[in-house]
């Protein structure tokens, strides 16, 4: 079992910035990617961004130029920095990591934390 503590969400006005963290523990192994999603209400989860342990990054066209994610592979973070909120950010967001223990590949998702961008 991997287990994945998310931390930072909030209030924001729009314009503002927040970074979210999330610390992985537990049976870990090879960490092949960790990641942020989002929910918002009525909508499907989503990919916002992911970071590889080759530092590899990829982000969705609607948060590109505006977030930015970075990890320290030593310590099993993954950090989301939003800066230039709008409203549509506002979702829950989930920490995600992929990786390898013992030969068998994993998925792990986090408890979610909530992000609201509002004036």
């Known amino acids: 079992q991997v287990q994945l503590v998310e931390s930072g969400g909030g209030l924001v006005q729009p314009g503002g910035s927040l970074r979210l963290s999330c610390a992985a523990s537990?049976?870990?192994?090879?960490?092949?990617?960790m990641g942020w999603y989002r929910q918002a209400p009525g909508k499907q989860r989503e990919l916002v961004a992911v970071?590889?342990?080759?530092?590899?990054?990829n982000y969705a066209p609607s948060v590109k130029g505006r977030f930015s994610i970075s990890s320290d592979n030593a310590k099993n973070t993954v950090s989301l920095q939003m800066n230039s909120l709008k409203p549509e950010d506002t979702a829950v967001y989930y920490c995600?990591?992929?990786?390898?223990?013992?030969?068998?590949?994993?998925?792990?998702w986090g408890q979610g934390t909530q992000v609201t961008v509002s004036s």
């Open positions: 995600n990591a992929q990786g390898q223990y013992h030969l068998e590949e994993y998925e792990y």
């Open positions: 537990g049976s870990i192994g090879s960490i092949r990617a």
């Open positions: 970071i590889t342990s080759g530092d590899s990054t």
